[in-house]
């Protein structure tokens, strides 16, 4: 079993519409849940942390963390053609060592 | 402007061949990465060094080989030993000191093609 599984996707969603994004994780030693963003051919940009449960609101984009059930989500209000891109979740359980989902594909249409 | 610079963008090798991948930050960072990222895969971390003149084996070093002689400086050796290079190298940095998190900053990546 992977420490993170996240579903690969493609995503095809219309322009505007609310996307959900989700990976789980198994180890509950995990404490730090990121997700980035990476456009194509470039190197990922951090786009939200937490390391705790609930949620985390950061204009269109809410990290959502359930330590319970070990899922985290990241959600994209009103979604642009320019958040078409690649979305990697990470978890940490210290402050080096990451470990990074497949990552999600999302196509946003005009 | 701070950031992180990898260099050079593409990179093609022929078999046996080792090479060379640049990575340089100037954002006064201790620590420094590098990944492999595949297609499905996602990020694997092959070394990290969270010091000058140190640095620890990640989840699939084989093959590769890395120096940490300067703090700006983690260049990434990919040897003739490492069965499948073809892929896309991305260099990280980060400052854990004093920190709850440590933020990872990503440069630009190289792809490294096998011919």
């Known amino acids: 079993q992977k420490e993170v599984e996240q579903d690969p996707g493609p995503l095809s969603v219309p322009e505007g519409a609310i ?92 | 402007d701070g950031g992180i610079t990898q260099s050079p963008k593409y990179l093609f090798r022929k078999e046996g061949q080792n090479v060379t991948l640049s990575c340089e930050q100037n954002l006064n960072h201790d620590a420094m990465y590098w990944y492999r990222q595949d297609p499905g895969q996602g990020l694997r971390l092959i070394y990290y060094s969270q010091i000058v003149n140190d640095f620890q084996k990640g989840d699939i ?27 896309f190298y991305l260099c990280a940095s980060g400052d854990p000191r004093d920190r709850v998190y440590n933020e990872q900053f990503f440069g630009p990546g190289t792809r490294l093609t096998v011919l």
């Open chain 2, 61 to 87: 070093a084989e093959g590769y080989s890395v120096s940490r002689e300067k703090k700006e400086s983690f260049p990434l050796t990919v040897t003739s030993a490492q069965k499948n290079p073809t892929a």
């Open chain 1, 19 to 110: 996307v959900s994004l989700n990976c789980t994780y198994s180890n509950s030693a995990f404490q730090y849940f990121m997700w980035y963003r990476q456009y194509s051919r470039k190197g990922p940009e951090l786009l939200m942390y937490t390391y705790s449960s609930g949620n985390k609101e950061d204009g269109r984009f809410t990290a959502q963390v359930d330590k319970s059930s070990k899922y985290i989500s990241l959600f994209i209000r009103d979604s642009q053609p320019s958040d078409s891109a690649t979305y990697l979740c990470a978890v940490a359980s210290g402050t080096y060592k990451y470990i990074f989902g497949t990552g999600t594909r999302l196509k946003v249409l005009a």
